[in-house]
């Protein structure tokens, strides 16, 4: 049981285990294994630990040609987000179009 415990626990990055530039290069590469075109933060209302990470991360994933959007201040359930269906389709759909044109 302990080894299962710890195998969840220890493979995220939180803000209790690791550095900023730790959480970034994880993400980094994450990103790389995936080959993901896109990412998109979404932080929900009063999870100030998360938007810690969020400037970093996103400007070295935009230097990288990563296109990123944000959704912050999010509530849950997630049907209280006003109009979070479309700004998701909007956010997939330029990525589509960069890739696309590119």
């Given amino acids: 049981m302990r080894a299962i415990v710890d195998a969840y626990m220890m493979r995220e990055f939180s803000s209790k285990k690791a550095t900023v530039s730790q959480r970034v290069k994880a993400l980094n590469d994450a990103v790389d294994s995936a080959r993901a075109e896109g990412v998109l933060f979404y932080?929900?209302?009063?999870?100030?630990?998360?938007?810690?990470?969020?400037?970093?991360?996103?400007?070295?994933?935009?230097?990288?040609?990563?296109?990123?959007?944000?959704?912050?201040?999010?509530?849950?359930?997630?049907?209280?987000?006003?109009?979070?269906?479309?700004?998701?389709?909007?956010?997939?759909?330029?990525?589509?179009?960069?890739?696309?044109d590119a």
Avoid: C
Wanted: proline content about 3%; aromatic content about 10%.
């Fill in 43 to 100: 932080i929900n209302a009063y999870e100030e630990a998360a938007s810690w990470d969020f400037p970093s991360q996103k400007s070295s994933l935009e230097s990288r040609g990563i296109a990123t959007g944000s959704f912050v201040k999010m509530l849950f359930p997630l049907s209280e987000n006003r109009d979070l269906e479309e700004k998701l389709g909007s956010f997939v759909e330029s990525v589509r179009r960069v890739h696309r």
